[in-house]
């Protein structure tokens, strides 16, 4: 089923659950432009061509433009090869997972991204967070507004009530907390919304208070 997260006088944010477990993925249109930003083709390729076509009213002619992918894990590329063989559109990811994404696809992935790019199109940008430890190239995307909450699309690395799968790693899991901890708690303030590829959405306000059990958890 589709849903409207938020709707801007610049953006519309839209999203559709996926596959048995649930995968999030996310539609993000600039009302201005029509412009479309596809973050994580994780599966069933006719329910994203239902999410694209339901943008529909948010532009004069909506076009989907590129697609995001947060990380290589199989569940969240699924439907990667047919979109990109439809639409022609290009594909980034995280430096350090593209030769993961590219095996398991055969898509080539047209950029690797870095923490604190800047990627988009015209009338949509957003800012490139690496979350490592989940695997060695997830990342996370902030969408900001004035006068309006961040919005942080977090793959697999931050869900309500903890950070991401490390497999029981402590140094996975000092890595990926501290990136949590430093570039998204740190920098976002608590009305920030997190978009996480399963599940329901949160905010850092909700979570913030859990940090430090979190660290002593160990995972």
Same mark, same amino acid.
């Given at each position: 089923m589709e849903v409207l997260l938020a709707a801007t006088p610049i953006l519309t944010i839209r999203s559709v659950s996926v596959s048995s477990?649930?995968?999030?993925?996310?539609?993000?249109?600039?009302?201005?432009? !029509?412009n479309q930003v596809l973050i994580d083709a994780a599966d069933d390729p006719m329910a994203i061509g239902r999410l694209l076509g339901s943008a529909s009213s948010d532009a004069g002619e909506p076009k989907l433009s590129l697609i995001i992918t947060t990380h290589s894990h199989p569940d969240h590329i699924r439907a990667l090869a047919p979109l990109v063989e439809a639409t022609g559109v290009p594909v980034l990811a995280g430096e350090e997972d593209v030769a993961a994404i590219e095996e398991q696809t055969g898509v080539r992935v047209s950029r690797g991204l870095r923490h604190g790019d800047q990627v988009g199109v015209p009338g949509l940008s957003l800012?490139?967070?690496?979350?490592? !430890?989940?695997?060695? !190239?997830?990342?996370?995307?902030?969408?900001?507004?004035?006068?309006?909450?961040a919005h942080l699309f977090t793959g697999d690395s931050l869900f309500p009530g903890g950070i991401g799968n490390t497999d029981r790693d402590s140094s996975r899991f000092q890595q990926l907390m501290t990136d949590v901890a430093r570039r998204i708690f740190d920098n976002y303030d608590d009305a920030a919304i997190v978009h996480p590829g399963h599940g329901e959405p949160t905010t850092l306000g909700a979570e913030r208070p859990s940090l430090e059990g979190w660290w002593e958890r160990g995972w």
């Amino acid at each position: 089923m589709e849903v409207l997260l938020a709707a801007t006088p610049i953006l519309t944010i839209r999203s559709v659950s996926v596959s048995s477990l649930e995968n999030n993925v996310y539609l993000l249109t600039s009302c201005e432009t !029509g412009n479309q930003v596809l973050i994580d083709a994780a599966d069933d390729p006719m329910a994203i061509g239902r999410l694209l076509g339901s943008a529909s009213s948010d532009a004069g002619e909506p076009k989907l433009s590129l697609i995001i992918t947060t990380h290589s894990h199989p569940d969240h590329i699924r439907a990667l090869a047919p979109l990109v063989e439809a639409t022609g559109v290009p594909v980034l990811a995280g430096e350090e997972d593209v030769a993961a994404i590219e095996e398991q696809t055969g898509v080539r992935v047209s950029r690797g991204l870095r923490h604190g790019d800047q990627v988009g199109v015209p009338g949509l940008s957003l800012t490139v967070i690496e979350l490592r !430890g989940h695997t060695p !190239g997830s990342i996370a995307l902030a969408y900001r507004e004035a006068d309006q909450p961040a919005h942080l699309f977090t793959g697999d690395s931050l869900f309500p009530g903890g950070i991401g799968n490390t497999d029981r790693d402590s140094s996975r899991f000092q890595q990926l907390m501290t990136d949590v901890a430093r570039r998204i708690f740190d920098n976002y303030d608590d009305a920030a919304i997190v978009h996480p590829g399963h599940g329901e959405p949160t905010t850092l306000g909700a979570e913030r208070p859990s940090l430090e059990g979190w660290w002593e958890r160990g995972w």
